[in-house]
């Protein structure tokens, strides 16, 4: 949404998304649960250090990510 924003020489407003076939399986119900019952740390904050021509024009150096506090890993079992 910012990167688009950017580009088109506008400012990110309100991103709102609606999930199709969104499911949970009863596998990771308890991961989920701990990850609801964490309180977020922390106000993390984008910073697009150039706004390019093109939207895919963008390379992983134009961000930088400011006051991210990441919390621990929690692993999850995945079906193949």
């Not at 596998?27 to 609801?36: I, K």
């Not at 106000?43 to 991210?68: A, G, Q």
Request: charged share 20%; hydrophobic share 40%.
């Amino acid at each position: 949404t910012r990167m688009l924003a950017a580009v088109c020489g506008y400012k990110a407003g309100e991103l709102i998304w609606q999930g199709g076939d969104v499911h949970l399986y009863l596998n990771h119900a308890s991961l989920v649960e701990e990850q609801l019952s964490r309180a977020p740390a922390g106000n993390p904050k984008l910073k697009l250090l150039r706004t390019p021509n093109s939207i895919f024009d963008f390379t992983i150096e134009d961000f930088e990510v400011l006051d991210y506090q990441p919390q621990s890993h929690i692993s999850a079992p995945v079906a193949v």
